[in-house]
Nanobody, 126 residues
Framework: QVQLVESGGGLVQAGGSLRLSCAAS????????MGWFRQAPGKEREFVAA????????YYADSVKGRFTISRDNAKNTVYLQMINLKPEDTAVYYC???????????????????WGQGTQVTVSS
């Protein structure tokens, strides 16, 4: 019931910055908890960051805490991932995902994310 399209990936040197965007369409954007995940070659997909429906709560993987910031603009139906001080180990395809609960409230477990974007490549060179 929601379509997600990521953008903003690219090639950056270690220590650089990128901002990823995820544009949503379909059901009301503010009804969804939003998350970012990433998958490196040969690795399992891993959680990166999540944000509550209103943006009041955020959560981060330890590996990105202090370097990445998730935010959302519900008026623009968009969620962002600002990444600074990028490291080669951040290289991956980054996906945004949407979690929905009809009764309200936020659900952050991976099983709650029923909608996924196509991904955008982030490559960090040494």
């Amino acid at each position: 019931q929601v379509q997600l399209v990521e953008s903003g990936g690219g090639l950056v040197q270690a220590g650089g910055s990128l901002r990823l965007s995820c544009a949503a369409s379909g059901r009301t954007f503010s009804s969804y908890t939003m998350g970012w995940f990433r998958q490196a070659p040969g690795k399992e997909r891993e959680f990166v960051a999540a944000i509550s429906r209103t943006g009041g709560n955020t959560y981060y993987a330890d590996s990105v805490k202090g370097r990445f910031t998730i935010s959302r603009d519900n008026a623009k139906n968009t969620v962002y991932l600002q990444m600074i001080n990028l490291k080669p180990e951040d290289t991956a395809v980054y996906y945004c995902a949407a979690s929905y609960r009809a009764y309200g409230g936020d659900c952050y477990s991976e099983g709650c994310y029923g909608y996924w974007g196509q991904g955008t490549q982030v490559t960090v060179s040494s």
